[in-house]
């Protein structure tokens, strides 16, 4: 991973030695060695603009474990912030610098069975020429927003929709969110399996489709009276349309045969002359003065050229021969056009009527310019409504009996996602407390309560869920946000995802300074288990520890320093390695980076680091 700043002035990219290769096998007891990370995808670069003390600063991100360290105040968080903007945050104005615009992008890769590349195909974004997805957010200082994906300007919602596949950021409004009992259940749930889930999703639509029916029921007895005068209304209608049974298009087959018998004689004065012109007096009855017709007149100039030795004439007559055929056949359905055309006047008065029925009926129950296709749609929704508006006892029974059946389906899916739960509550809490144990909470217990109420069952089940911890021997168990403290919220937070890790195909995970509160020999545990998150996920941490930080692939450095051309301060991100790293880590442990005691303590982390790394 390397880091890349500008500010106001060039700066030559300052980048991070990659890690080490190491074909050690897989070390004993708690050590971090692991097969190869899952090809779930990553974050390859990140570019923030303007954004906080940030003026602009571009890092080439790699894979493993990234910490992101600094001077309280220099802007360490901004790097999250940025993150949680790409990918769909809300926009606040008021981290936008004075130049007066913010911009983040992100170059993403990812495996090629992603889901986010069918969604982002959706939206019309394209892969870059490396094959990666591009994210770009730019906020005004007046608080416009604009989203794009893959070179494509996008509704931000769609890049929000994405970052469900894409990233999880958790900080410390997360503590308050595992304090919510809905959060608890649903980590119970995703605990449980997809088996579990694919359940959870068949109990939903059982109890929306319960929902539904005994709201339809419910609502037809209380307005009996108002839904029967409705259902009148809409069979009156009905028996209307039904009673002229109008056809589809008919009307406009009505308007064309009313101005054919309308027109009838003018129509077979023109159908004649026009075939006597083309075939002469097949009858005789005209004279002798008439004009050569067409076809005498091309069959003469046919059999003339015929005659001819001439090889284009030949050709010629060829092409008179089909003209002559032509004619003759124009001729003939003229003839018989003349001799359908109905002038009966009683049929016209027959198609009027019926024209004036359905334009009737249009008029009634179709919007301008739909004609017959808008009374027939309506008369369609009429029977559909009619059968929402039936009050009547055999309508309410059946619908009674449809209500109860689906309860019944309810009351057998609640409570086999009760069992589900009720089998995964034990093996979740152990391996949580498990976990805690390794985080310096030996002595807390967890466990999960869940009070059934299948006679009140709810759109996520029968169940109330809460997460209890007592932490110590002896200590009743509480709600886990009342039995616990800020630094151990963060630990259990920290516990439930490592847990969760080997199942969460989100590639991206970062961490906004959830050890805060912890120090001591829980501080080396949190990075210890936020090392093993990063060998299936790309994990970012923003953490003010040196007992985290050394256990970093990636070490960045944010520094604040004035920039007295623009009369404020701006901020860089380095990288740093060997020498430099000990020094961070030093200034973070006693801060002095040139303690001969604080470089000594940062070198026994990197060490103990390393070998708990396998």
Do not use: C
Not at 71 to 77: I, N, R, V
Not at 155 to 184: F, Y
Not at 390 to 401: G, I, K, P, Q
């Amino acid at each position: 991973m390397a880091a890349r700043t500008t500010t106001r002035e060039a700066r030559r990219p300052v980048r991070a030695a990659e890690p080490a290769a190491t074909d050690a096998p897989p070390a004993a007891g708690d050590g971090l060695a692991a097969p190869p990370a899952l090809p779930l995808g990553r974050l390859t670069e990140l570019r923030i603009r303007g954004l906080g003390a940030i003026d602009d600063v571009t890092l080439e991100l790699g894979d493993g474990l990234t910490v992101v360290t600094g001077e309280t105040g220099a802007g360490k968080t901004m790097v999250v912030t940025g993150l949680t903007l790409l990918f769909g945050g809300r926009a606040d104005p008021g981290r936008v610098r004075a130049n007066g615009k913010a911009g983040v992008e992100g170059r993403l890769a990812l495996p090629a069975d992603s889901p986010v590349w069918q969604r982002a195909a959706e939206a019309g974004a394209d892969p870059d020429d490396d094959g990666a997805l591009i994210l770009a957010r730019t906020v005004s200082a007046e608080g416009r927003s604009r989203a794009h994906l893959g070179g494509r300007s996008v509704p931000v919602g769609v890049v929000a929709e994405l970052a469900e596949d894409l990233l999880a950021v958790h900080g410390q409004s997360d503590q308050l969110r595992l304090s919510r009992p809905a959060e608890q259940r649903r980590a119970l749930d995703r605990y449980a399996g997809a088996a579990h889930l694919a359940l959870l999703d068949r109990y939903r639509e059982a109890h929306a489709r319960w929902r539904q029916l005994a709201g339809d029921l419910d609502r037809r007895r209380s307005r009996a009276r108002e839904l029967a005068q409705a259902a009148d209304v809409l069979r009156h209608g009905l028996a209307e349309i039904e009673a002229v049974a109008p056809q589809p298009g008919e009307d406009e087959e009505l308007d064309t045969q009313a101005r054919r018998l309308s027109d009838a004689d003018a129509l077979r004065a023109a159908a004649d002359e026009a075939r006597v012109a083309l075939a002469g007096d097949v009858t005789g009855d005209l004279g002798e003065d008439l004009p050569q017709d067409a076809g005498a007149a091309l069959a003469i100039a046919e059999r003339v050229l015929a005659a001819s030795d001439d090889p284009t004439l030949v050709m010629l007559a060829q092409d008179l021969a089909d003209a002559v055929a032509v004619v003759s056949d124009v001729a003939g359905q003229l003839a018989t056009y003349v001799s359908d055309l109905d002038a009966d006047p009683a049929r016209l008065a027959e198609v009027l009527d019926r024209r004036a029925a359905i334009t009737a009926l249009v008029r009634r129950y179709a919007d301008v310019g739909e004609g017959v296709a808008g009374v027939l749609g309506w008369a369609e929704d009429a029977r559909r409504r009619l059968g929402e508006l039936d009050v009547s006892d055999e309508a309410l029974e059946a619908l009674a009996a449809a209500r109860d059946a689906a309860r019944a389906e309810v009351d057998d899916l609640g409570a086999q996602v009760s069992a589900g739960r009720r089998a995964a509550a034990d093996g979740f809490a152990a391996e949580v407390g498990a976990e805690l144990a390794g985080l310096a909470m030996q002595s807390a217990r967890v466990a999960f309560s869940i009070d059934s109420d299948p006679g009140a069952p709810g759109p996520e089940g029968v169940d109330e869920v809460a997460l209890l911890m007592a932490a110590h021997p002896g200590a009743p168990p509480r709600p886990v946000h009342k039995g616990a403290s800020g630094g151990e919220l963060s630990r259990v937070m920290l516990a439930i995802e490592v847990v969760f890790a080997g199942a969460d195909p989100v590639p991206v995970m970062v961490f906004d300074e959830v050890d805060a509160g912890v120090g001591g020999q829980a501080a080396g545990e949190i990075g210890r288990r936020l090392a093993r998150l990063a060998r299936r996920h790309q994990v970012v941490v923003v953490t003010h520890l040196a007992q985290v930080a050394a256990f970093a692939d990636t070490h960045l450095v944010v520094d604040k320093s004035p920039d007295t051309g623009a009369g404020v301060t701006a901020t860089d991100i380095r990288a740093v390695d060997g020498e430099d790293r000990v020094r961070e880590l030093a200034r973070m442990l006693s801060g002095l980076a040139d303690s001969d005691t604080g470089q000594a303590h940062a070198r026994e982390l990197l060490a103990v680091a390393a070998t708990a790394r396998g």
